[in-house]
């Protein structure tokens, strides 16, 4: 994803629209605010007129040429012919319900293509009386190769034109309607769908709808866990979404063609409807991009009305930016045939209009393979510098397409502006995210070989935090997804945490740590150590937050090596994400049980659920277990010490319960935990209702979640909730 620090990016987005020629303000859709023909009858005439006409500018030319030639516009503004026969055809065939004003509108705006500055020679009236009407005029007849007299059409090629005029119409309108369509659906089912969760449906009933229809994986066992490691399957309730994104977009892209028989404009049925779905692929493209961009926002509105994770909009993200690239790639594909079928290509090719949807093209395109979760997971920072370069020249380059292309006069550019401001909103929360803290202290300590300990004075945030640490790379502008564990308020027991650097915070004042108090602290060892320098008592401690780091490579590995040195590192934190929802994690009459299953560092995502399990009730409702697995036992040290707040003392053998205030605890170290046996053991034999709490490795969540969504179509009265995040 982009971070907050791409504002450059959006620069570069401004920088490069500013060189667009000044244009007045976007003009509406077809149909909604704007209509190109509105009056279908003289449309249909100046359709039906030829274009053979004897311009001044063709002096000169051949025959050859001048059949090949189309007038200027000036031509037809002072050619006295195709006046005198478009003011004949218009009083013939026009109605009277037609207005004197709607027809002198047309004369002077729609009868010429871009009139603007066209001074024509003649009014309608006058030119009308030009014509002797009593005497009608003759159409034109083959044999005539120049248009230079007063003409008329007969009814069947007036009626053509005007069914080609009442069919472009038609499809105009709709290709506006399904773009709207697609767009508001897009953004408003998702909100729907999940205010299906407030229907007062017995718990067994939403036990077993979500068991069948919303948590299992599409089809398997695995869901965060990449499918022949190029993706994820998506549950069952983002597959029924993902159904919908391809439905609503196949019904956007492919319906809405009337045929209206015998067309002028359109004698070929094929290459009127390879047009038409030209268009609209390219239509319905536009109307995505901002959805695409909605999606992925961390700060999206839709993260707090559907309660929906982050990491399910980025999949819908994903889902719908390979629609829209599919849909670019169709507009540019059939317009390239009929350039090509239509010997056009030669010449269409010195147009800007058209090299600059090759680039926007190409850009569009080169966004599938470089977001392939392979280069996500390897080559993160290549993806996300690949992803903004592309990004910035596909919507670019899409902006002058349709610039140069509809001058203004398209009303395409309305997605593209809600697309842009969609993205500088999310940049700006970003940025006031980040500034509610500026930059703050972090400092480090390695609990044991595997893991550290990031604490952080002065902040208060709850649930999931990014975090920048631009002393550590060049790159100021890489951040990392972390949960956090609260140690400022709502703290389990009376005794809270402070900074695993209190003793730095407080030596700011008093000197440095010395030699002998480090020399010491290392002969302490272990976990122990850290947790007999953490704790103390809530009336010394000061706000803040701790976050638990794996060590493995790229930034985790630089943060390493600042650890136990007593020196703070600078830190931004953007802040506070996820868990808007908090009631999920509370019990209640039909949920009085939360069942806590982590594995290794991803206690600090559940946490909070333990927390909220104690924090409402002075006596549990319900039972409140942790099950526990970790390869070392340093990091269960000293969580258990944030828990009690007490000496962290030796915990029992693997496997083995013990109990941590009103928690049953389970850890398992150094083995792997038997996650459907527990949780098989432990809803069958649960009074009530369970909350099923899982943060951890993606392939232990992925077990819970089948095992707990089995059971819940068996009858067990279970709600399951994963606190796992994935790219």
Not at 74 to 94: E, G, Q, R, W
Not at 596 to 607: N, R, W, Y
């Amino acid at each position: 994803m982009w971070s907050p620090t791409t504002m450059p990016a959006l620069a570069i987005v401004l920088s490069a629209l500013s060189f667009i020629p000044s244009t007045s303000a976007t003009v509406p859709l077809e149909g909604y605010g704007r209509d190109d023909y509105p009056v279908e009858c003289a449309q249909a005439c100046s359709y039906g007129m030829p274009y053979n006409l004897d311009c001044p500018e063709y002096a000169g030319m051949t025959a050859e040429e001048k059949a090949e030639a189309y007038p200027s516009g000036a031509c037809f503004a002072n050619d006295t012919s195709y006046l005198t026969s478009m003011a004949y055809c218009i009083h013939s065939y026009c109605p009277k319900t037609v207005k004197n004003y709607e027809i002198e509108y047309f004369w002077e705006a729609k009868m010429i293509y871009d009139s603007e500055g066209l001074t024509i020679r003649w009014t309608y009236p006058e030119a009308l009386a030009q014509v002797n009407t009593t005497t009608p005029p003759k159409p034109m007849s083959p044999e005539e190769t120049v248009f230079n007299r007063t003409i008329s059409l007969d009814t069947a090629t007036y009626q053509s034109f005007m069914n080609g005029v009442k069919g472009y119409k038609a499809v105009a309108k709709n290709e506006s309607m399904y773009s709207i369509l697609a767009f508001m659906t897009c953004v408003m089912v998702p909100i729907g769908f999940s205010f299906l969760r407030f229907l007062p449906l017995p718990t067994s009933w939403r036990s077993k709808f979500y068991g069948y229809f919303i948590d299992p994986p599409a089809w398997g066992k695995q869901h965060t866990v990449a499918t022949l490691g190029i993706g994820m399957v998506p549950t069952r309730g983002q597959a029924l979404f993902i159904l919908y994104l391809i439905g609503i977009n196949c019904l956007a892209t492919f319906a809405g063609y009337p045929n209206y028989t015998p067309n002028g404009i359109f004698p070929d049925r094929h290459y009127e409807l390879m047009r038409h779905i030209g268009n609209r692929a390219g239509s319905v493209a536009f109307a995505n991009i901002p959805v695409v961009i909605l999606y992925a926002g961390r700060s999206s509105v839709l993260l707090r009305l559907t309660n929906w994770s982050y990491s399910t909009f980025l999949l819908l993200h994903r889902w719908t930016a390979t629609i829209c690239v599919i849909q670019v790639a169709l507009h540019s594909l059939l317009w390239l045939r009929i350039m090509i079928e239509g010997d056009s290509y030669p010449l269409v090719l010195k147009y800007p209009y058209w090299y600059v949807g090759i680039v926007g093209t190409v850009a569009f395109s080169a966004l599938i393979p470089f977001s392939m979760l392979p280069i996500r997971k390897i080559m993160y920072e290549v993806f996300l510098i690949t992803h903004i370069v592309l990004t910035i020249g596909a919507l670019v380059a899409s902006w002058y397409h349709i610039i140069f292309l509809y001058e203004d006069k398209g009303g395409f550019e309305v997605w593209l502006i809600i697309a842009f401001c969609f993205w500088g909103l999310e940049r700006l929360l970003r940025i006031l995210r980040i500034s509610r803290y500026g930059i703050k202290k972090a400092y480090v300590t390695r609990i044991d070989d595997k893991y550290l300990r990031v604490d952080i004075p002065d902040v208060d945030a709850h649930g999931h935090c990014f975090a920048y640490f631009p002393t550590l790379s060049w790159r100021v502008w890489e951040n990392h997804p972390f949960s956090i564990v609260n140690c400022s308020k709502g703290q389990l027991d009376r005794e809270s945490m402070i900074p695993s650097s209190a003793s730095h915070t407080q030596s700011e004042n008093e000197g440095a740590i010395s030699p002998t108090e480090a020399s010491a602290s290392k002969e302490m060892g272990g976990a122990m150590s850290n947790v007999r320098q953490l704790r103390v008592h809530s009336n010394t401690t000061k706000p803040g937050i701790t976050l638990f780091v794996q060590n493995l490579r790229g930034m985790t590995s630089k943060l390493a090596k600042k650890a136990d040195t007593g020196i703070a590192i600078p830190v931004l934190i953007e802040s506070s994400y996820g868990h808007e929802d908090t009631s999920r994690f509370e019990p209640s009459i039909e949920y009085p049980n939360t069942l806590v299953i982590s594995g290794g560092v991803g206690i600090a995502g559940v946490l909070s659920s333990l927390q909220a399990s104690l924090s409402m009730y002075a006596k549990p409702l319900g039972t409140t277990k942790l099950y526990w697995g970790i390869k070392s036992k340093g990091l269960v040290d000293v969580v258990k010490s944030m828990i009690l707040g007490g000496d962290a003392t030796e915990e029992k053998e693997a496997g083995e319960s013990s109990n941590w205030g009103h928690i049953e605890t389970h850890v398992s170290v150094g083995e792997r935990m038997d996650i459907k046996r527990v949780l098989t053991t432990e809803l069958e034999k649960a009074v009530g209702g369970t909350t099923v709490v899982v943060c951890g490795p993606h392939a232990m969540c992925d077990e819970a979640r089948y095992v707990c969504a089995a059971m819940a179509r068996h009858g067990v009265v279970v709600r399951y909730v994963e606190e796992s995040f994935t790219w």
